[in-house]
C-alpha cells in the first residue's frame, strides 16, 4: 500500500522529520530549487501538510486540492488561516500542553528580569562597570509585594499563576468569562484588570480578537509603577502605544519574549532602559520544541491510522 503523501513548506525538527519519513512520502519544499515547480508536481498527491515556522494561507491551500490536515508547529496558530481549512474541510492542529511548563518557566523569569533589570545587570558587568567600583543603581522596583494581572489564564496562565503564587504575589484575571472552579479574583474588561494590577502578564493568543488589545488605554490604566510581560503573540500588544507609554513613564517597564514583526524590534524599544527584551524563546529548550514537534508528528499519524486528530484547534471542536 503507497504511503500517503506530506508536504513540508519549511524546515521541521529532525526528530520529526525523521519519524514522519518512516510512514509517509515526505516532499520538503524548503530544499527545492524551484518550489513552484515542485509544487505543481506533487499538489495533487499532497494529503497532509507537516507546518514547522512559517505561513499557511489560501494561496497554498487553493494549490492541495486533496489536503486533509494541516499540522502546526506552536500552541499559537494565527500563522493558519483556520477559517480557509474550515472551508475546504480540512482538518487544523497544533502543540498544546507540552511548552506549558516551559513557557511559565520563562515567563517568571522574564518578569523578574524587567522589573529587577538584570539583564542591564549583567550587561552592566559585561561592560567593565562594576570593575571600575561603579555598582549597579539601585533598582527602584522589586517584585515583593506585586499584584499580577494575567491576561489569558488558560494552560499555560494557570501554569504562571501557581509558580505566581510561590513569590507571594497577589493574582487576578481576564478572560472571555469567569472560570468555574479558580480562586483568582476576574475581572470583567481587559482595562479593569490592569486598573488593579501592577504587573499584567500576556499570554493571550494572536489573531483579529486580541490584535491590540493592551493599547494606549490600558496601559494608561496600568500605572505608572506598571509592568508589562508579553510571552503570547506580539500582535497584542500595540508596540507604538507601549513605546509612548514607557519614554513618557505611564508605565515603569516591560518584558517582551514576543513582537510584531519579528524578527524585528522597534529601535524605540531597545534604547529604553527599563525594556527587557528576548527572542522568542518561551518554549524555546531542545526538549520541549522535540515534544512539540514530534506533536506535529503524532497528529498526522493518528489522521491517517484513526481519521482522528489528538489536539485540533478549538475551532475544529464546535
Known sequence: MAKPDILMPYRLLPIAEAELEKRFTVHKLFEADDKDAQLADISEK??????????????????????????????????????????????????PDVLNEEVADTAIGLMIMAIRELGQA??????????????????????????????GLGRIGKAI????????????????SKQDGVDYTYHASLKEL????????????????TNHAVNAEVLKALGPTGVVINIGRGSVIDETALIAALEDGTIYGAGLDVFEDEPNVPDALLKLPRVT??????????ATRDAMALLVADNIKSWFETGKAITPVPEMKK
Open 46 to 95: 499532497i494529503r497532509g501538510v507537516a507546518l514547522g515556522f512559517g505561513p499557511f494561507g489560501p494561496e497554498l491551500l487553493e494549490k492541495l486540492p486533496n489536503v486533509e490536515i494541516v499540522a502546526g508547529f506552536g500552541v499559537g496558530y494565527d500563522h493558519i488561516d483556520v477559517p480557509a481549512c474550515l472551508g475546504q474541510n480540512v482538518m487544523v492542529t497544533h502543540t
Open 122 to 151: 549583567e550587561q552592566w558587568v559585561r561592560e567593565g562597570k562594576w570593575a571600575e567600583r561603579k555598582p549597579y543603581p539601585t533598582t527602584q522596583a522589586t517584585v515583593r509585594g506585586r499584584t499580577l494581572g494575567i491576561f
Open 161 to 176: 499563576a501557581k509558580r505566581a503564587e510561590a513569590f507571594g504575589l497577589d493574582i487576578h484575571y481576564y478572560g472571555r
Open 194 to 209: 490592569a486598573a488593579a494590577c501592577d504587573t499584567l502578564m500576556v499570554v493571550a493568543p494572536g489573531g483579529p480578537a
Open 277 to 286: 527584551v528576548l527572542p522568542h524563546v518561551g518554549s524555546a529548550s531542545q
